[in-house]
């Protein structure tokens, strides 16, 4: 009995695997490689277009135009109108800023536990706590 049972399990298995009752989907890897090789050729015709701007910049100065002369500058990038003083002043701002990311997110070594979450809640419960009663406290009749 045993036997036919145990026959009757793997032809049930060798057919359902012959004709599966969900299709199974047929998943190819991505070849990122060509995306960041973009990324890259971008970024450096980006840097250099900045570098082109600054020696442009330092160019004028030397020659002696105003400052606001300088500032009135303008280039044509990709049909694009640029005013080359106000694109390096917004460069210079977005590289702080992605210097400050970097500085603020740095990457952990281990994984958070349950103790450390706990632990930031309790500390944030004692803030609060103590947030509230600088507000509460009283200075004789009046409230602070």
């Known amino acids: 009995m045993q036997r036919i049972l145990f026959l009757f399990l793997i032809l049930t298995v060798l057919l359902y695997f012959q004709h599966p009752v969900f299709p199974i989907q047929q998943i190819f ?3 990122y490689e060509k995306e ?3 990324a890259i050729k971008a970024e450096k015709e ?19 135009f105003t400052e606001k002369e ?5 280039v044509t990038r990709k049909g694009k109108v640029v005013h080359v003083w106000d694109f390096l002043e917004q460069e210079k701002l977005q590289q702080k ?4 990311a ?4 740095k990457p952990l070594e281990r994984y ?4 450390d979450i706990a632990e ?16 509460s406290t009283f200075v004789g009749a009046e409230e602070k």
């Open 46 to 64: 980006r840097q250099k277009f900045l570098a082109e701007m600054q020696t442009l910049l330092d160019a004028a100065l030397k020659a002696g």
């Open 97 to 100: 800023k992605d210097a400050l």
């Open 36 to 38: 960041d090789e973009k």
């Open 70 to 74: 300088i500032r009135e500058i303008t």
């Open 120 to 135: 930031e809640l309790e500390s944030a419960e004692t803030g609060n706590l103590d947030v509230l009663k600088d507000k």
């Open 102 to 105: 970097k500085k603020r997110s």
């Open 29 to 31: 890897a991505q070849n």
């Open 112 to 115: 958070l536990t349950v103790m």
